[in-house]
């Protein structure tokens, strides 16, 4: 198949899950879709299609929450970055590793740093921040405040 | 009957020198539970870049790593390229290439070198990297640095390749070609190596696919991934090279890949410095318009990926640093279960692992603890020589 049929395909099959279809250039498709039918569209596009998963990539807006899923079709060159939109004070969505396993360490990631919940995900540790980091401070949230009052704040930088 | 043991690796590997923390459950022998634990050396750098304008942080980001310093700057200003959008010209492109593949070439290197000291084959490890000096020199020609080349910024190189400086250079790409072949011979020919490593820690093809493993790692179950070819960037859809794949998935074979990739990245860089087209190196971008862009190449480690977002300010308001080493890390599960012991150290390895990429995310907590910057470092040390010096004339 080539790119025309692939993104053609994703849209009829799914075309009440997704809400904005954006063709940004020849490599890059930006598909925002409803964070119920996640694990159907991520599943389709990683076993049916036959793509890579890259990563994904958690950001605070101030508005609302956004994920990004990355994968990369590898044969006709397409990265296709599934778009979530989560809103306070809902921070859940459904857990990709039980799709592949290399869902796993980022979900810990995005988990404990932004504070997403996901479900169904086996073993939601820490992966990054260290023990004693508290319950429910979040450091990569947009209203992020420095919890410490003993901090030492690095002279050099 | 079977009663486990937790072997602890860590917090400071011994061999690697890197921190991060294995728990190795192990029955007798064998290697029954693994659980990898990383975290000890953060430095905030994705949230140090948003505080950085989109210049400064090309240099924030080549501090990432040391070995890979250029593969880091190298997805990030294609991810803000991809912002624009907007083509470099065709001599940065080159230049590119040439600085990516020389590091590829020291990176493997330098790994083989480990992977031969951990086998405790020191051989193995003395050539490599005296070898690996040879193009730490070639380096140093191209770019005026050993490390860091500091040769990437949004929109071009910052440094132009001198015409006069490339027979020189050439000629001593070609010097290191019979050593890398004898390298490879030393390696492929060795009884006791094959004994050692083949048929140990094995990623199959469907381990590899699941676990969404990068570069050589992938390459070596057999799974043709190489961003260089898949989605081609800088110059490697000019020039004639071969992806290198085997079919195993053991640690012999991840050897293997290594090694032949090096020449291949011979060939790469004599291509692309013969045929080094004539045209700016720089096309001066001054704004950054609000969006987002993704930028992917091919690491010596696997793919880097990076994800910028901009508001069109100055600053990027989201900068996401994926290195090859997060998506590798978890494949110790599918390969070291099942091992022995004595394996794991090589098959820990095998992946050629880079932590301090892996942790580059979060905000320190010293907690009361007092911090050393760099002149109290020299202080402390000036005072123990100065304690040793007058304990010496006391004598």
């Known amino acids: 198949m080539n790119r025309e049929e692939?993104?053609?395909?994703i849209q009829g099959r799914f075309k009440g899950d997704i809400i904005d279809f954006f063709d940004k250039s020849p490599k890059r498709v930006y598909i925002e879709i409803k964070p119920e039918s996640l694990v159907k569209i991520a599943s389709f596009v990683f076993k049916d299609l036959g793509a890579r998963f890259n990563i994904a990539s958690g950001v605070d807006t101030r508005f609302h929450m956004e994920i990004l899923y990355h994968f990369t079709i590898e044969e006709i060159?397409?990265?296709i970055s599934l778009r979530v939109k989560l809103f306070k004070p809902n921070l859940e969505v459904d857990s990709l590793s039980g799709v592949f396993e290399g869902a796993n360490w980022i979900e810990r990631e995005i988990h404990e740093l932004l504070g997403i919940n996901f479900k169904g995900h086996p073993d939601l540790r820490r992966l990054l921040l260290s023990d004693d980091w508290p319950e429910g401070v979040y450091p990569l949230r947009c209203d992020y405040q420095e919890w410490d009052k003993d901090a030492v704040r690095d002279r050099g930088v | 009957?079977?009663?486990?043991?937790?072997?602890?690796?860590?917090?400071?590997?011994?061999?690697?020198?890197?921190?991060?923390?294995?728990?190795?459950?192990?029955?007798?022998?064998?290697?029954?539970?693994i659980d990898v634990q990383v975290g000890y050396n953060h430095r905030g750098i994705e949230k140090l870049s948003e505080l950085k304008t989109f210049d400064q942080s090309t240099f924030v980001i080549e501090r990432i790593c040391g070995i890979c310093s250029t593969s880091h700057p190298f997805a990030y200003v294609r991810a803000v390229e991809d912002i624009i959008p907007v083509e470099v010209p065709e001599r940065a492109k080159y230049i590119r290439t040439i600085i990516a593949e020389g590091e590829r070439i020291h990176s493997h290197l330098l790994w083989l070198g480990l992977a031969g000291h951990f086998l405790g084959y020191n051989t193995v490890y003395m050539w490599a990297w005296k070898l690996r000096e040879e193009i730490l020199d070639v380096m140093e020609i191209l770019s005026g640095n050993r490390n860091n080349y500091a040769m990437f910024k949004p929109g071009g190189v910052r440094r132009d390749i001198k015409r006069e400086d490339i027979p020189g250079v050439i000629k001593k790409i070609d010097s290191i070609v019979p050593t890398l072949t004898m390298l490879k011979k030393a390696v492929m020919d060795d009884p006791v190596l094959h004994a050692r490593i083949e048929g140990i820690g094995v990623l199959t093809k469907e381990e590899s696919i699941n676990y969404c493993a990068l570069g050589p790692t992938s390459r070596a179950s057999g799974v043709a991934r190489d961003a260089r070819k898949d989605s081609p960037y800088g110059a490697y859809d000019k020039v004639k090279w071969d992806m290198i794949v085997t079919k195993n998935g053991d640690v012999y074979d991840k050897v293997i890949v290594r090694i032949l990739e090096k020449l291949e990245s011979?060939?790469?860089?004599?291509?692309?410095?013969?045929?080094?087209?004539?045209?700016?190196?720089?096309?001066n971008i001054k704004d950054i318009p609000p969006g987002e862009g993704i930028g992917h190449i091919e690491a010596?480690?696997?793919?880097?990926?990076?994800?910028?977002?901009?508001?069109?300010?100055?600053?990027?308001v989201r900068h996401k640093v994926r290195a090859p080493t997060f998506m590798n890390l978890p494949t110790y599960k599918a390969t070291v279960v099942g091992e022995t012991l004595s394996d794991a150290t090589i098959i820990l390895a095998a992946i050629d692992p880079c932590y301090c990429c892996t942790e580059r995310i979060a905000v320190r907590n010293t907690k009361g603890r007092k911090l050393y910057n760099g002149e109290d470092l020299i202080k402390l040390s000036q005072a123990k020589t100065d304690k040793i010096r007058n304990k010496l004339s006391l004598r």
């Open chain 2, 266 to 283: 011979v060939k790469i860089m004599k291509q692309c410095l013969l045929n080094l087209p004539d045209t700016e190196i720089d096309l």
């Open chain 2, 1 to 33: 009957m079977s009663r486990r043991t937790i072997v602890p690796i860590g917090p400071y590997h011994p061999l690697q020198e890197e921190p991060e923390f294995f728990t190795l459950t192990v029955e007798g022998e064998k290697v029954v539970d």
């Open chain 1, 6 to 9: 692939i993104l053609k395909d």
């Open chain 2, 300 to 316: 010596p480690r696997g793919e880097t990926f990076h994800y910028v977002r901009s508001d069109g300010t100055n600053r990027p």
């Open chain 1, 77 to 79: 060159n397409l990265l």
